[in-house]
């Protein structure tokens, strides 16, 4: 009798769990594959791997250590061999899941290193419960190779909460979205035209180049880029350099940027350094039918006519001129307002010279260059 009512005062003595509830416990032995618990039950309780971590091939002995005070769930209170059944992942992730809510209704940022790159998008861990931020939220701008997210801290918001469907998705874009008006209502509000600020190179196109300033992007046209011509953008820029640009006009919430500087403008003291009657040098820089472009400066052309080039007649430009060629001519027309220089070689010819066949003529310029 006494025997008895001890077993029953023993049985007494410990309590009673039910599946669903939460229970706490010591560790009391740890293998490679599963955690063993004392949690004051007549049966130890057991926790799998699975059942304790994603990682597939995780050695649980190198996580936990036995005298560790735990938290799990019971799965079955009898696994079929007498053992309470526990979990601690998923216990993890439903108090991961109530934080997840509660940043969801008071659209709190939330910050946590990228865990895996999908084929869609991002996954990020919160406190075991996984958000997923599609490729379409994670940045302002469209980016093809998410790679480079691995591992990355990166903050966001959660803009759909569902964990019955599975659907809990963080938005990285808003943030960024904001904080880019936020910089273009600063920057707006203290820059204007004429002022200069250095800038990064975003991208570079055929017709001219993106320099971010700091929030908000400028356009520097191909037209813009230099006094002189440019022919390709991409053999003058490369994206991440940096330049220093002057700011030419701003339109709402575009900026139009220049790198013709005032005090570079070659046009500045024309009336001196061309002025009509003056003997200059250039280079052949295009031809027409009616006449060839000599470059005198960057960003300074002035035009040969057909009936300048000699005194001797000539067709075309081209029958006695090449590209590139380098001839001295006589200014012989100057208009600052409107950037026009007229020139002539025949100016400078001898009137001896008239009478000398054109393909001689040609020979001689052939020989001064």
């Known amino acids: 009798m006494s025997e008895l009512t001890f077993e029953q005062m023993l049985e007494e003595s410990f309590k009673t769990i039910r599946n669903g509830e939460v229970v706490d416990g ?7 594959d599963e955690i063993i618990l004392n949690i004051g039950y007549k049966a130890d309780g057991i926790i799998t791997r699975s059942e304790y971590t994603n990682e597939a091939n995780a050695d649980l002995t190198t996580m936990v250590s036995v005298g560790d005070s ?6 079955k209170v009898n696994d079929g061999e007498g053992q309470v059944l526990l979990t601690y992942k998923r216990l993890a992730a439903e108090k991961g899941n109530e934080r997840l809510r509660e940043a969801f209704e008071n659209h709190e940022v939330l910050k946590a290193p990228v865990a895996q790159i999908l084929g869609g998008g991002l996954s990020v861990v919160i406190e075991e419960a996984r958000v997923f931020i599609p490729a379409s939220l994670v940045s302002d701008t469209y980016e093809k190779d998410l790679s480079k997210y691995q591992d990355q801290e990166i903050e966001f918001v959660i803009s759909e909460f569902n964990p019955r469907r599975n659907r809990v998705i963080g938005d990285r874009r808003q943030l960024l979205v904001a904080e880019r008006a936020r910089k273009q209502s600063e920057l707006f509000a203290r ?3 004429g002022d200069r600020m250095e800038g990064v190179v975003k991208n570079v196109t055929d017709f001219g180049a993106f320099i971010d300033l700091g929030g908000v992007d400028g356009l520097l046209h191909i037209s813009e880029m230099s006094w002189g011509r440019v022919e390709n953008p991409k053999k003058v820029f490369k994206v991440g350099e940096t330049v220093e640009v002057m700011i030419k006009e701003i339109h709402d919430t575009k900026v139009a940027l220049s790198l013709k500087f005032p005090e570079s403008n070659p046009w500045a003291n024309a009336d001196d350094n061309y002025a009509v009657g003056n003997v200059i040098d250039g280079r052949v820089a295009r031809m027409t039918d009616f006449g060839a472009f000599i470059e005198l400066a960057p960003g300074v052309d002035a035009l040969l006519h057909v009936s300048q080039i000699s005194r001797a007649h000539v067709d075309k430009p081209s029958d006695v001129l090449s590209v ?7 200014i012989v027309d100057l208009n600052v307002a409107e950037k026009k220089i007229s020139l002539s070689m025949k100016a400078l010819e001898t009137a001896g ?7 001689e003529g040609v020979d ?6």
């Open 26 to 32: 010591t560790v009391i032995d740890v293998k490679p």
């Open 70 to 75: 735990m938290t799990a769930k019971v799965l």
């Open 191 to 193: 820059i204007q035209a």
């Open 324 to 330: 590139g060629q380098e001839i001295t001519a006589k």
């Open 353 to 359: 010279e008239e009478a000398v066949p054109q393909t």
């Open 364 to 369: 001689e310029a052939a020989k001064d260059e």
